[in-house]
DNA sequence: GACTCAATAATGTATATACATTAATTGAAG
DNA sequence: CTTCAATTAATGTATATACATTATTGAGTC
């Protein structure tokens, strides 16, 4: 038992088992906020503060004059949670090891300009293999904008993974990521230690803070092995 | 200029920005409410309202007579949104169409009962492909639990897509999700009309209500025509 | 120093009240 | 019947106040 007692959040109980129970349709009026009042017993402030918890997690809309009402689901908001490749290798049981293969500060390149839309500057450019339990378990390829994060130039990388870093270290407003299947070159066949033509999985993400593009990462894992898993909620 | 302009949404504004620019560190303390309400002359209760909603929304954490903190960064939470597969298709100015192949409704066999995680009773199930302006876009494959929705019997899935259906229709509290690639088989050979050994992607949803299982479903991309992208905020 | 316990200072919850804002409804004028 | 303005009923925001809850602080004791 440890739902809170408190007023407001039995109402929110209350009307989210309604929902979820299909009492209550999208497109459907849910009691005004005096009934509500009625019912509990309480102010209109403490049911005010139930709804609009629910009306800020999406579950219902409110209209002035008109009540409130059962949202429509919205499909795009099934989101879907990516880890951090350590904790993953951790929450596996396995041992994670990093191999760092490169590090090089340099003047952006024309593909570096491109995928953190700058115009000029410098980048840390990086490529490692994460490994679990001995194995190959994925290979990134990042790009820093050193622009927006300078004091990346002075992080060892080779101890401690540059996505666990940065997501530690560095806020992000924004974010795209693409997910993408393709069959195995020469390149990951080595890294990888997967036949030729193999399917993988490559991991694509761009983030951002306010406008400025703050990193850049590929990840291929072997497609064979690996499967993106992630549990979530509405 | 959409953002509001009430007191208690600048206040959230401007929190958020001091944390986005660095100002407030992960694990830094923030003001004291009595504090906040001096800053911007307002009472407790509007600070409070301010502050609850970015402790709902994961950016603060509260302890009682100790303060507020910034929290540390949830790897986890970055989160991909899938989009609706008509949806999307229609975003790309494509025409949609569906195909439905098969539609069946049975007694579960033990392949639906582990999928469902039932113990007995009565499935849809369903074979699909998604087109995009007249080229195989995506399979699918569907079981949904009659016994959670049995509405669903009554629904023609040759007019609307089962996902959009659903989604629309049946609220759900938790999903899971699983991304592979593998090489196309015979079956995607002929249905997507990609060479053999192709890499496709494979998309997986487990949808539940409560504690049970309402759909269990399998989307097939070609790999090599097909990215899955999704942009977020944390 | 280590333990106990009371005082204190922060957040958590709830109330009664007030006025603002919006949109549905009503009613009057054409 | 249509149009337009006034009324009204709902939510939105904000305040001042009160008491509950809890972790820290600090004083007193062994």
Not at 200 to 210: K, P, Q, S, V, Y
Request: hydrophobic share 40%; charged share 30%; aromatic share 6%.
């Amino acid at each position: 038992m440890k739902q809170s007692s408190a007023i407001h959040a039995q109402i929110r109980r209350d009307i989210e088992a309604q929902i979820m129970a299909g009492d209550w349709k999208p497109g459907d009026r849910i009691p005004y906020e005096h009934q509500l009042m009625a019912t509990y017993g309480c102010s209109r402030m403490t049911v005010n503060r139930a709804l609009r918890a629910l009306i800020e997690a999406g579950l219902l809309e409110s209209r002035r004059r008109a009540g409130t009402i059962v949202s429509h689901p919205r499909v795009q908001r099934a989101a879907l949670e990516i880890p951090d490749i350590r904790d993953e290798v951790a929450g596996l049981g396995e041992t994670y090891r990093l191999h760092l293969d490169r590090r090089e500060i340099r003047a952006a390149t024309a593909e570096d300009r491109r995928l953190l839309q700058i115009e000029e500057g410098e980048v840390l450019a990086l490529e490692c293999r994460h490994d679990a339990g001995g194995r190959a378990y994925a290979l990134e390829r990042r790009l820093i904008n050193l622009a927006a994060v300078p004091e990346a130039a002075a992080i060892d990388f080779a101890a401690e993974p540059p996505g666990s870093w940065l997501l530690a270290h560095v806020p992000w407003t924004e974010a795209e990521h693409r997910i993408t299947a393709f069959n195995a070159g020469a390149k990951e066949l080595v890294a990888l230690g997967i036949s030729a033509g193999a399917a993988c999985m490559a991991l694509e993400r761009w983030t951002w803070r306010g406008d400025e593009r703050i990193t850049y990462t590929r990840q291929v894992y072997p497609g064979d092995r690996y499967a993106l898993v992630a549990r979530f909620r509405p």
